[in-house]
């Protein structure tokens, strides 16, 4: 072959013109595009199906990964293991076994990070390009769930189905060619930044009083079950005095008050409520039941985030101190 074409090889044989001249156009998806460069005679052949699997990777692997890619500092006595790690998650990336999901928090974290744009692209394309819900709307998805148990009185059901939080087609088999776009977030980092240290100043201030009071695994996983009902009833009380009483030097604030989790999850249950002919009047009282009912604590993402923090609760009783750190509530969530 001589010149340019869109075909790549391997070239096999024509069956209409019988030249050697049929080549890749196009793979992805399910099917492999061969067109022949001299005659253009198309011909579509189905993949075979898969069924990857998910490894959900913490920000620091994917910051490793990025750091093997361009040569960067490796953890300190570990410089072969991550490599090793990086060849063998990109070998079975390749092979179309597993993919790694991003997510907002990968997102959030790559924004602060020294060269985002490099890190966004790398994570999208060295793990298969799927990306999941917004972690916030998993776990609305997960109270909803339980709402509509609590409202008909049955028993909740509870999925862990990674295609019901995925935001593409995880069996699609990787394409032959990546575009991507190279979006500057840096606009928001400072914000991301400020928010971030103010958690963390409220979880050192928190790490101080579990010291000083020798908590237990079990006192602060008991606490953390039980504050479930007033937490969401106190965030919701705060909602509506934003919405009451907006800031008039601040255009946005009835906007970003619109997308609270806890106005949005509020939203929701009203929803369920009409469709199951509660009045109106009376769905907050229904809703604030719900929030208080004793199995909130078996919601996934409620339940995991109070034992991580009786864990970290713990650590920190054993002098632990340093775990709490400004990544922690990253940690939680993911």
């Not at 072959?1 to 019988?18: H, L």
């Not at 189905?46 to 990857?52: F, H, R």
């Amino acid at each position: 072959m001589s010149g340019f074409t869109w075909e790549r090889g391997p070239f096999t044989r024509c069956a209409k013109c019988g030249q050697t001249t049929m080549g890749i156009l196009s793979a992805g998806g399910g099917l492999l595009t061969k067109r022949c460069t001299n005659c253009r005679r198309t011909v579509q052949l189905p993949l075979p199906e898969l069924d990857k699997k998910a490894i959900y990777l913490d920000q620091f692997i994917f910051s490793m990964i990025y750091n093997v890619k361009n040569e960067g500092n490796l953890p300190k006595g570990h410089e072969a293991f991550a490599k090793e790690v990086y060849a063998l998650l990109r070998r079975c990336v390749l092979l179309q076994q597993v993919f790694l999901p991003h997510s907002d928090i990968h997102h959030d974290e790559t924004t602060v990070f020294h060269s985002p744009i490099d890190l966004r692209g790398l994570y999208k394309f060295f793990g298969g390009d799927v990306s999941v819900m917004d972690s916030r709307d998993v776990e609305l998805l997960q109270d909803i769930q339980f709402a509509k148990a609590y409202f008909d009185g049955k028993e909740p059901k509870v999925s862990f189905d990674i295609d019901e939080i995925a935001d593409s087609q995880r069996n699609d088999w990787l394409p032959d060619m990546h575009v991507g776009v190279r979006a500057d977030y840096s606009q928001f980092a400072d914000h991301i930044r400020t928010v971030r240290g103010d958690v963390h100043d409220a979880l050192k201030k928190l790490a101080d009083t579990w010291l000083e009071k020798k908590v237990s695994f079990a006192g602060v996983l008991e606490s953390e079950f039980s504050a479930i009902g007033p937490t969401k009833k106190q965030a919701f009380a705060k909602w509506f005095e934003e919405v009451s009483n907006p800031d008039p030097s601040d255009p946005l604030a009835l906007f970003e008050s619109s997308g609270r989790p806890i106005y949005r999850e509020y939203r929701e249950l009203c929803h369920l409520l009409e469709d199951r002919g509660v009045d109106e009047d009376k769905q907050a009282i229904e809703i604030m039941k719900f929030w208080h009912w004793e199995r909130q604590r078996e919601i996934p993402h409620q339940r995991i985030s109070s034992y991580l923090f009786a864990a970290v609760a713990g650590r920190v009783v054993m002098g632990e101190k340093r775990i709490v750190d400004r990544g922690l509530m990253n940690d939680v969530r993911c």
